[in-house]
T-cell receptor, first 113, second 112 residues
């Protein structure tokens, strides 16, 4: 069983469209995250949810809206896609307490044309 | 400011040779420290982690890392690399604010 899964793996769409990426974890973790990896492989936190509550929002344009229906799922909806949104988006999860290592999903490669 | 630095963008080593990837952090205390590996087209896999205790930590795939407080460093090592170790390696830190701050990564190339 995959611990952190994301769908879709690849997403190609045109500018101006709205798209969603889904993430699920079966590790029983309380906290989930979205990271963006740009073309230079730089990874940056976008959002973090703890038990369905938003705890980190790192100056991401409000076209990006995370939704957490339960603590095992964290989806990312993007409105009015722009060329600069092209990147790989990673979902991750961790347990509260302890060393809080994060476990990552396989990533979703978004290409905006 | 809290930051993680990986000074080497790209390292090439021969198969069977030893490896050391450098990582430094900037913080007033000891953060949680991690090394992740990303193979081409894949997600990030946790290699090892450190917060306290023994400063030499063992990880998966034969990797180890040594924490040196005096140098604010957490360097990754492997005694003998295999062709399958070719990947991008990321050092990361949690500075107590619930998120990971990543270094810029080091791309490892293995030559036969």
């Amino acid at each position: 069983d995959t611990a952190v899964s994301q769908t879709p793996k690849y997403l190609v769409t045109q500018m101006g469209n709205d798209k969603s990426i889904k993430c699920e974890q079966n590790l029983g973790h309380d906290t989930m995250y979205w990271y963006k990896q740009d073309s230079k492989k730089f990874l940056k936190i976008m959002f973090s949810y703890n038990n369905k509550e938003l705890i980190i929002n790192e100056t991401v344009p409000n076209r990006f809206s995370p939704k957490s229906p339960d603590k095992a799922h964290l989806n990312l909806h993007i409105n009015s896609l722009e060329l600069g949104d092209s990147a790989v988006y990673f979902c991750a999860s961790s347990q509260v307490g302890g060393i809080r290592e994060q476990y990552f999903g396989p990533g979703t490669r978004l290409t905006v044309t | 400011a809290q930051s993680v630095t990986q000074p080497d963008i790209h390292i090439t080593v021969s198969e069977g040779a030893s490896l050391e990837l450098r990582c430094n952090y900037s913080y007033g205390a000891t953060p949680y420290l991690f090394w992740y590996v990303q193979s081409p087209g894949q997600g990030l896999q946790l290699l090892l982690k450190y917060f306290s205790g023994d400063t030499l930590v063992q990880g998966i795939k034969g990797f180890e890392a040594e924490f040196k407080r005096s140098q604010s460093s957490f360097n990754l090592r492997k005694p003998s690399v295999h062709w399958s170790d070719a990947a991008e390696y990321f050092c990361a830190a949690n500075f107590g604010n619930e998120k990971l701050t990543f270094g810029t990564g080091t791309r490892l190339t293995i030559i036969p």
